[in-house]
Each structure stands twice: as C-alpha cells, then as structure tokens.
C-alpha cells in the first residue's frame, strides 16, 4: 500500500525529518534548526546522538585516567561552546595516528593525556557562541589553553594549528548548559603536533640511512643500486651522511635514458659499470649532516672526490643542479635517522663522468639510424632507388647533417605529383631517378654536424646537391625552407649518429629542378582533379545531383579558387542533415539549398593560392556570401556562417583553371542556415512539444496568473519541469479531494498552484546543469530558494525531506532553459499552507 503525502500527517512527517537531520548531520535550510528547546545538558546530548557516539566514547576513555572528569565537567552549569567532531572525523584521526586503531589503544595515562588535551581544545568555558555571534578571523581560547580561528567563507570553518580547517556542518545544537557545533574534524593544538612529531623523530633517530631505505617502497631500486654498487656498509657507518634519494621513477627515467641496454639495475654487469654507479650514488651523499632549514644556495663537496652539487634557490624553494642540462626537485625533506638525514629527490643527479659514460655509447652511422627507424623506411627505399652511392656515402666517416623526411612526407611527395606516382617504383626513367637523386642530396649537408644550436635564423645552407636551404627559426622551433613556398618542420631534432647529426622533418624538401618538373607536369582541370581524386567522390556527385551547370562551369576557363570538402566532410553534413547520401537532395527545394552550398565553395576570378590570403581577409563567393580566412599556426581555416570553422587539409592543388584547396568540412552560408535551423521555441512551447510535461502545461493554465505570458517572454529563465507521473504523485500525496489539475478551482487554490508553479522557475539566467555546483542556492520567482545538490547527479533540494532528481538536463529554449525533474518541489509557504 502507498503512503499518502497528506495534510494530516504533514506536521509528523516533518517533526520526524528534522530528527533525522540532526542525526545524519545533513545540511538543511537554517530555520529547522532554530526554535527548538533543549532541554538536555551537552553529554545528554551528545549521548543522544549517534553521530557523535566516538565523542562520548573519547571523553569516556579519557576520564579513565585518574583525576580526569570531563563528562563531569561538561555536565556542570556552564555555560560552554562545545566544537563536537563526527564519529567519521575520529575515524580519520585514529587512521591518521600510527598504532591508534580504535580510542581504546588510548590505554595508558600518557595516552590518555594526549586525548584528554585533544579534547580540552574542542571546549570554550564561560560562553554558549552561537554561530551568529562568531566573527571572520576572530581568535578563541579553548579550555586546553590555545586558541582557535573562526574562517566565516559561506559556511563556518575552525582553524586549528594543523593546514586544514574544520567545517561546522550543524550549528547551534543548543542545550541546557551551552551550545555545540558539530564539524567533520577532530581539531589538534600545537602541543599535540609537537608531541607527535618529536614521537616520529624519535622513532627515526634508531635507524640509520640504509635502514630508511630498505623500509621505502618508492626507494626500491636505490636500495638495489645501494647493494649493487656495494655501499651498503659505508651508509651504516656513524656518518654524519645528507643523503639526496632519488625515487623510483627517477632511476626508471634515467635507464630510460641510457637505451635498450640498460633495461634495469642488473644490466650494470661489468666492474666499469658497477664503479660508474658507485660514482653515481656517492654524488647523492654529503658528508655532512644537512636538514631542510641549513640549505643554503652555493656549491657543496659530495662524496664523490672532486665533485660538488650546486644548491640553487628557486622562487623560495631549493633544486639541485648536477652535471647534467636538468634540476633535481626536492619532494621530500628531513628523513631523519641515526647517522643523518635524507631527502628524496625526483632525480638521479650525474656527475660529468656519467654524462661521458653516457657519451661514450656506441652510435650508429646516419644509415643505420635509419634503417632502424620505422617512420623513415621509404628515405631508405629512395637511398636504394636512387643508385647512386649516396648509401655508402651516409655510411662514412662524415659529418653530415640530413633532414630526413617521414613517410607521411614521402606519401604526400607521391600525392602532390599525381596518379603516375603511386610509389618510388614510378621513378623509373633516367630522368626520373635523375630528379630522385637531386631531391636526396638536397636534404644532405656535408662537412658538418648542425645541430639545431648551431642553426641560426635566416641562416642559408649549400646542399650536396648544389641548391641551398635556408633555416628558419620561429617559437622554439626550425623550419627548412626549400625552393617551394612550404617549409617542413623539424619534427624531432639532434638524432646523434656516429658520422653526424638527423634533424627528421614532415616534409621532403623540393629543390628548383624538382619544383620544375612538378610545374612541367600538364595539369588537369579542376573537375579532372575532383574526378580523379578519390576522397572528393561525394563533392562529383553533388556538382552532378544539383543539375545547374556547375560542371561545365568549373570546367571552363576560369581561374577558380575552389575549398573542396572531402567524402567526410559531406558524410558529416548527412549525418546532420538526418540524410543517407547525396541522393535525398530529391526536391526542388532541396536541390536549390545544395546549388546554394556548393556555390559557396567557389571564388570566381582568381586563383588564390594559400600564400595569397591573409588571416582576416573576407572573400566574395559565387554563392553571394563571404568566406573569412583565419590563420593560425601556418595552417588555413575557412570562416562559414556557422560556428566550426573548415581546415585546409590540402593546400594549394593546382589547376588548369585556378587551385584547389581540399577542407574537411562542407562550408555552409547563412541563407541555407536559415532554412535549415528553424527559430528556437520558447520555454511554453518546448513544454507543449513534450507529451510528458502536458501536465505541467496544464497546471500553467489552471493557475491562472498569467505565467504563461510570462514564461514565453524574453526570459532568461531556468525552469525544473516536473513530469506527468510528478504531479499524479502530488495528486496523490494531497489526498481524495485532488484528483486531477481541475480541482485547484478556488481562488486560494489557484494561488497555492501558482506558488507552486513559480517556486519552479528562477528568473535572470539560464543555468545549464554543467554551472550548477554542489548547495548552491537558487533564487525562485515564488521567494523561497532551492538547493542544487551535485551526488552522482544532480538533485533539486525543495523544503520537503525528498530531493527531486533532474533526469532530462539542458533543454535549451529561446528564453532559457528547462531541465525536466521527477517530483514536484514544494517551497515552505505551500507546506505550511497544506497543514
């Protein structure tokens, strides 16, 4: 059977709900909480309270202790404020306590000291504050004898002598002989902290540097290069040692460093080896007793003979600098022990004699490089196509310096000349190799290991091949500019090779001879080109299916600029268009609409290549409407009338009849966007449009107090739209006498619906839910506030115990938005008019 939401049972329910809160400590509105009269001494009600049953249980274990009466004492007359932390923040302080698994390991008096002063720091003797009394930064005395710090930011916090405040999550719990602020934390005077951390000292000074080591997960492997590099003996001596530790991670990078033969501690086998390791470690160790506070910027002598660290002062925070380009962040200081103290470091710092062992690796010729490089195979394949020695030349003595390119270079080398060019096998006339051969040796220079240091801006550079290229330097970055109007980017610069250095780039570079050849090559129409191209198939057959002398046009003399949009891009327009292919374009009306967006895809009178336009520049089409051109990062896009720009994607395909510039999105005017995106309907008549929010629609009309007027003016409004199963259950819950809308007949019960009704619509914004956070207030029209509550979804808090669930969000009208909800929220004035 259901229970009935009912007038009658109204005022129980909420007596009922309002000892649940205080239970659960749930945030509610400020108004449950007051008037209610205590009659109650502070123990009383902490005993009554499960939620505070750890509270209890603490002053219970510290009045063990002889002499110790705190349930006494707060018992007495008072007045007292009490700061009463929740069973969970006992929970987290005992987690937070090494060896405290539960307050009965509080089984001495010395321990029980320790509680008792904890807890002697919740308690203000001589006052009941209230939370309307307290003031932001303002300093209390605890019984304990130091102070606490009242944080007012929205809610009350309590700052202890720890870096995290405490929040009072229920305020004014009155009671006979005071007041009690329940809070998530259990707070800790200094005395404690101290106390704590002279234990942990304490503790540390009976171990010495090896044993801190062996006992920390995240120093595994220093302890393996401890052991390995034999050192374990000398860092067990009487020191006193620094020791800079670095972690895990750290020797997991520096192996990565060091390649494929150095996979992990075990591949340093040979005596060199282990004696370089050795050096290594001794370079962490001070001979010197060093703690977070003696750090000081200057050169400090290692144990390493004749190398010393530097210590830099970074922003008020110290780094290590070694040998080595890169610093050492220190992540963790003060690792105290009986022979000396550590400090762990991200890491491993190398003297000058690893960086040469690293040096000293064997390299591999340029050849070798690249044959062990996948992304550079087809470079390979053309050194072997070419026949011309150039294999054996790389393999040399040197230097050089090669700009290699990747094979996606290489794919779009092959593109660009055409479909006589599928792969490097086309090369195959005199003629062609002969071009093959000046192409390579013009990304090779000789005499010389450039690294990208020794480049220089502007700087121009003779090739084996006779031509030059000139360095271009932009951000951080090197460009090559060839003889084209393109520069390749250097990808992956200073690839050390025994005979030289690899800079590998995402472009072959084309020397004069081969930008002839290119233009010598006949070119093709720009329908030609479109036919013969594969991925512009879908823009063929729109030219064909819009039947409007496009292709004889783009067939003619021109020049053309034409932006053509891949199979993709037209894929992506059905897609929204909710259409299969190019085919349902079947209607006048349809076919005019394509005529209009391929139309605006063509410049006429020009061949505007991509070194012809400008980032700003606005262009007339054939359609009637401009196109804006935006370049960013040397790439163009093209403005529409939409918000998504296109991406030139291919850039620059001459044509006989002008260029072409393939994009990845079909461009569309703002005369097809109007016929395509009708006018957004308003918050009424999104409603009507929904079957499930008829009776809300309904109930808009039944109240009669013009909210239809004004929920379809200019807004903005939020709206949480309760469903037609919402108001059947508050039908329900109101008993026999309302069984439909219609029963709302009497004036004051239309008021009551139209109180209703506005207590679901905040008026001045339209917040989408991915605004909303977590209690945020939010101001009705009917006066009273709702709560936003974020709890794997988000829930709409009304003045009921039930929260109402948003389970369609983000409807957006042309006055707001609506976000569909499954209960109907009811404010206090209508509950109170409903007892």
Partial sequence: MRTLFTPRNLFLWLTLALFTIVACEVEDDQSFAEGIINTSTIVETAQATDALSSLVAALSKADESEGTDLIGTLSGTGPFTVFAPTNEAFTALLNSLDGFNSLDDFDTDEKRAILTTILQYHVVAGVAATSDTLSDGQAITTVQGEDVTIVLNEDVFIDDATEINAQVSLPDVSASNGVVHVINKVLLPQAIIDALNADEEEEGMDETLVDIVVATDPLSLLEAAVIKAELVDTLNSEGPFTVFAPTNDAFEALLMVLGDDYLSLDDFDTPEEIELLKSILLYHVIPAKVLEADLAAGDVPTALADNSLSIINNDGTFVIDDASETNANITGTDIMASNGVAHTIDKVLLPQAALEFVASLQLKTIVELAIETDDLSILVDALIKANAGLVETLSGDGPFTVFAPTNEAFVALLDLLGDDYNSLEDFDTQEEIDLLIDILTYHVVAGTAAFSTDLIDGQMIPTVSEDEVTIKLNDGMV??????????????????????????????????????????????????????????????????????????????????????????????????????????????????????????????????????????????????ENVGINIKNNTVHIEDATDSNATVVLPDVAASNGVVHVINKVLLPQAVLDLLNPPTPNIVELAQSVDDLSLLVDALVQADAGLVGVLSGDGPFTVFAPTNEAFAELLDALGDDYNSLEDFDEDEEKELLAKILTYHVVAGAAVESSDLYNHQRLHTVQGESLFAIINHGVFIRDKTHVDAEVIGADNVASNGIVHVIDKVLLPREVLDALH
Avoid: C, R
């Avoid at 191209?533 to 003399?557: C, F, M, R, Y």
């Fill in 479 to 624: 460009y090559i500019k060839d003889a084209s109007d393109d520069k390749a980017k250097v990808v992956i610069p200073n690839v050390e090779a025994s005979n030289g250095v690899v800079h590998v780039i995402n472009k072959v570079l084309l020397p004069q001879a081969a930008i002839d050849f290119v233009t010598a090559m006949q070119l093709k129409s720009i329908v030609e080109i479109a036919v013969e191209t594969d991925d512009l198939s879908l823009l063929v057959d729109a030219l064909v299916q819009a039947n409007a002398g496009l292709v004889e046009t783009l067939s003619g003399d021109g020049p053309f600029t034409v932006f053509a949009p891949t199979n993709a891009a037209f894929e992506d327009l059905f897609d929204a268009l909710g259409f299969h292919g190019i085919g349902d374009f079947d209607t006048e009306d349809e076919i005019a609409i394509l005529v209009k967006v391929l139309t605006y895809h063509v410049v006429a009178g020009t061949a505007a290549f991509s070194v012809d336009l400008s980032d700003g520049q606005h262009i007339a089409t054939f359609q009637g």
